[in-house]
């Protein structure tokens, strides 16, 4: 057993001292290893003139260092206040020598992690640290909301608009105007889109010098943080802060927009996120608008991409494409594909004999997958063949076990197929035509 000895002094005169020397501490412990059975002497680490309020101490870093690499199995000190002085650093010291099976001693305090009763010591001290934990973090929360009663702010990154001095929002100049005009012009349109196109016409940038989203916008019209309120866990305070919009427009700016009761809608997509936009690289998601037709009110569903959702049209060529074209058309070609021997030989022939990628962090196997005919075959008629005596749900697991992507664009569709069925291997592409 490789025993560390660690030794150390807060000051100067200490060292020098000599009873309470880090010579004297070695002397003392070096005669302890000698009384046990298989315990040699590895090392001694000192530090000399430093405090135990922390652990920034050369000695103690190397020999943390040393444990780390399985060098030591126990270290070994004059009283644990050599070690550390701080409750807390304490704990988290004895819990890196317990995942790298190092036991602790205390020569003079009988204190042992090896022996039951020391590890039972140990198990108490660090019960009453998750106790101390729990109170400090206990602590931090009680005076977050002190903070926030009191007007102020209490913690985080301030809204954008304001900065902080002194837990108190100061608005910022450009970021502050960039606010009121989307309030007013939220209130003056009645519209989240012209409030966005405003913002982007105007060239009125977030932080980092990008477009705002439309789901930030309508985040930031609802913050009361403008109205001069500090809102914290569910509840809001009146803020010490200058509200960058009058109540009367805040309040105008929340009756523009009430949350509406709409009944449940009945999604007809066999394909929900799996397709993929090749243009912009977002999941095309599913989407509806009701148009009028002979008198009636007709829903059509589309995939749309998500940046224009989240932005504006102008950020991807391809927009959407139909729900019911697209998926007829994936299901109707798959299941040509499946009849076509020729061309899944060819396919089978090219995936067996090109290089594999490899992901990223992931190693080769010892024995190369082998692709065969038969086992494509089999999963393009079990896609094709799913919408038979099945419902909706039942379809969209099995196209999702067997695809892993659909890739879009008005050229071609690519889609790539989980060979083993688990959704775990992404192995085979297959192409077709722009629906």
Wanted: hydrophobic share 30%; with cysteine.
């Amino acid at each position: 057993m490789k025993a560390a000895i660690y030794t150390r002094v807060s000051s100067d005169s200490q060292a020098e001292g000599e009873f309470n020397s880090c010579e004297a501490q070695t002397v003392k412990i070096r005669s302890f290893i000698l009384s046990q059975e298989n315990m040699d002497e590895y090392k001694v680490y000192s530090d000399e003139g430093y405090t135990g309020a922390n652990t920034d101490r050369p000695a103690l870093q190397e020999m943390l260092s040393d444990i780390q690499q399985g060098k030591i199995n126990v270290i070994i000190s004059y009283k644990i206040d050599r070690l550390t002085r701080s409750p807390k650093d304490f704990y988290q010291l004895i819990e890196i020598f317990e995942k790298h099976n190092a036991s602790f001693i205390s020569i003079t305090e009988r204190f042992d992690t090896s022996t039951p009763s020391g590890r039972l010591l140990r198990n108490i001290m660090l019960t009453f640290g998750q106790f101390e934990r729990e109170l400090t973090s206990e602590r931090i929360r009680d005076k977050k909301a002190e903070m926030a009663k009191k007007g102020m702010w209490s913690s985080g990154k301030p809204p954008f608009g304001y900065k902080t001095d002194n837990r108190k929002l100061i608005p910022e100049p450009v970021h502050s105007e960039t606010v009121k005009k989307m309030f007013e012009t939220y209130v003056t349109s009645g519209s989240l889109y012209r409030t966005y196109d405003f913002l982007k016409s105007g060239k009125m940038f977030n932080r980092s010098g990008g477009v705002f989203s439309k789901g930030v916008i309508y985040d930031m019209l609802r913050n009361v943080v403008y109205d001069g309120m500090i809102l914290h866990k569910g509840n809001i305070y009146k803020g010490i802060h200058e509200p960058l919009v009058s109540h009367e427009m805040f309040e105008e700016a929340q009756k523009i927009h009430k949350p509406q009761v709409r009944g449940r809608v009945v999604h007809c997509a066999i394909f929900p996120g799996l397709v993929h936009c090749k243009c912009c690289g977002s999941t095309m998601s599913e989407v509806f608008t009701n148009k009028s037709r002979d008198n009636r009110r007709v829903r059509y569903f589309y995939y749309r991409c998500s940046k224009i959702n989240k932005f504006d049209k102008s950020f991807c060529d391809i927009k959407q494409v139909s729900v019911d074209r697209l998926d007829r058309h994936i299901i109707e070609n798959l299941s040509s594909i499946a009849k076509n021997n020729q061309y899944l030989d060819s396919l089978i022939f090219t995936l067996n004999n090109s290089p594999k990628p490899m992901s990223s962090g992931l190693e080769p196997g010892p024995i190369p997958l082998q692709y065969t005919s038969e086992k494509v075959r089999q999963i393009l008629k079990t896609i094709t063949g799913s919408a038979d005596n099945m419902d909706m749900t039942e379809r969209r697991i099995i196209m999702k076990r067997h695809i892993s992507k659909i890739i879009y664009s008005k050229e071609e569709i690519e889609i790539l197929l989980n060979y083993s069925g688990s959704g775990a291997e992404p192995s085979s592409a297959l192409k077709t035509a722009g629906a």
